[in-house]
Nanobody, 120 residues
Framework: QVQLVESGGGSVQAGGSLRLSCAASGFTSSRNCMGWFRQAPGKEREGVAR???????NYANSVKGRFTISKDNAKNTLYLQMNSLKPEDTAMYYC??????????????WGKGIQVTVSS
């Protein structure tokens, strides 16, 4: 059974940093596409960053240069380092994983989400 459990969220002032973690079980993270999504109140869910089995990464324009996605395959854990946070980054953040290595095929598994709040 695949499980994704997020941690590391919280409240921070604008300009600050947070690191989200996603502990994966039930599959090998090195073989699967994994990513981070977010949803703010009243808005649609949007992709933030993703990483494929080749370690190729992709970022939303709004977070490029500020966020970094990475994996620790030994720990089966996905990370999202978020720097220079802005109030518009406030959202529920979700970890997701696909059943395949390429993110082209989409995400099949989702975590429950974790709140990130950035105050001005």
């Amino acid at each position: 059974q695949v499980q994704l459990v997020e941690s590391g969220g919280g409240s921070v002032q604008a300009g600050g940093s947070l690191r989200l973690s996603c502990a994966a079980s039930g599959f090998t993270s090195s073989r699967n596409c994994m990513g981070w999504f977010r949803q703010a109140p009243g808005k649609e869910r949007e992709g933030v960053a993703r990483i494929e089995n080749t370690d190729r990464t992709n970022y939303a324009n709004s977070v490029k240069g500020r966020f970094t996605i990475s994996k620790d395959n030994a720990k089966n854990t996905l990370y999202l380092q978020m720097n220079s946070l802005k109030p518009e980054d406030t959202a529920m953040y979700y970890c997701a994983a696909g059943a395949r290595g390429l993110c082209y095929y989409g995400m099949d598994y989702w975590g429950k989400g974790i709140q990130v709040t950035v105050s001005s």
